[in-house]
C-alpha cells in the first residue's frame, strides 16, 4: 500500500472533521461494503448507523488479528535466544526487540482493537490501528531474520507464519481505510453541493428604495445667532472721604 496514499487518506478525514456525518455513505463506497438494504447494527459515537457489511467485515479482520497476536506471543515465548551462537550484542538486541513486541502485543494493540471495535468507521482509529501494524511487522520481520540466522529451524517456520498473518491483516487494513477515506471524499463533495443548493434557493434582500418628494417645502435654513457685543469697561471716579481734598494735578 502506497503510504503517500494512506496519508492522503488520512488528510481527508481531518477535513471532513466529523466521523460520524460519513456513516450515511459507507454503504455505497465499495462492493464488500455494498448490501441489500440498509441495517443498522451498529452505531458510531456521534450517532451515524454504520452498515452492516461494514461491521461484519471489521469484526472479521479484527478477529484474524487477535488469533495472530495470540499466536506470535505464544511462539516468542517458545525462542532460547540465550542459546543462539552469535555474540553478546546480537542477543541483546534480538532480546529487545521480542520483549518490544510483546508488550506491543498485550498493551498497545488490544486498547487499539477495542476502540475500533467502538468506532467501526473511524478513520483515526483505523489508521493509528495500521501505523501500529507497520511498526510491529518491522520489528517481527527483525526477529524473523535473527531467528532465520541463528534460531532452530521449527522457531523460524513458526514465526515466520506469524509474520505473514501481520502482513495479510496490515494489507485488509490499509485497504479498509483507503475505502472509508474515499466514502468521506464522497460525502465531502455532497456536502458542498448541499451548501451550494442551500445559498442559492435563499432570496436575495430587497434593494432600499429612497423616496423624494418633489411638493414638500424646501426647509428653511437655520437662523445665525447675531455675535453679542461685549460691554465696555466703566471707569468710575475716584472716590473721596469728607475732609479729604482731590489730588490736584502740579502744574508743569
Not at 461494503?33 to 440498509?38: F, K, L, S, V
Not at 511462539?75 to 532480546?95: F, H, M, P, Q, V
Not at 448541499?194 to 435654513?221: E, F, W
Request: net charge positive; no cysteine.
Amino acid at each position: 500500500m502506497n503510504p503517500k496514499l494512506i496519508l492522503y487518506s488520512f488528510g481527508l478525514f481531518l477535513l471532513l472533521g466529523s466521523a460520524g456525518a460519513s456513516g450515511q455513505a459507507a454503504a455505497s463506497a465499495g462492493t464488500q461494503y455494498a448490501t441489500q438494504g440498509r441495517v443498522a447494527s451498529a452505531t458510531t459515537p456521534q450517532g451515524a448507523a454504520v452498515s452492516y457489511a461494514s461491521v461484519s467485515q471489521l469484526n472479521g479482520l479484527l478477529a484474524q488479528l487477535e488469533a495472530a497476536s495470540k499466536a506470535t506471543q505464544a511462539d516468542l515465548a517458545k525462542l532460547r535466544i540465550e542459546r543462539w551462537k552469535t555474540d553478546g550484542g546480537s542477543k541483546k538486541r534480538s532480546l529487545g526487540d521480542v520483549d518490544s513486541v510483546q508488550r506491543n502485543l498485550q498493551n498497545a494493540l488490544p486498547e487499539m482493537i477495542a476502540k475500533l471495535r467502538n468506532a467501526p468507521e473511524d478513520l483515526s482509529a483505523t489508521f493509528r490501528l495500521y501505523r501500529n501494524l507497520d511498526a510491529l511487522y518491522d520489528v517481527l520481520s527483525s526477529v524473523v531474520e535473527s531467528t532465520g540466522a541463528f534460531g532452530s529451524r521449527d522457531d523460524l517456520q513458526a514465526l515466520s507464519n506469524d509474520l505473514s498473518n501481520f502482513e495479510g491483516t496490515r494489507k485488509q487494513v490499509a485497504e479498509r481505510m483507503e475505502t472509508l477515506a474515499a466514502s468521506k471524499e464522497q460525502e465531502i463533495a455532497r456536502l458542498r453541493t448541499d451548501l451550494k443548493t442551500a445559498q442559492a434557493a435563499i432570496p436575495a434582500p430587497p434593494p432600499k428604495v429612497t423616496i423624494v418628494d418633489d411638493n414638500a417645502p424646501p426647509k428653511k435654513p437655520a437662523a445665525k445667532k447675531k455675535p453679542v457685543a461685549k460691554k465696555p469697561a466703566s471707569t468710575t471716579p475716584p472716590t473721596t472721604t469728607p475732609g479729604q481734598t482731590p489730588p490736584q494735578s502740579k502744574p508743569q
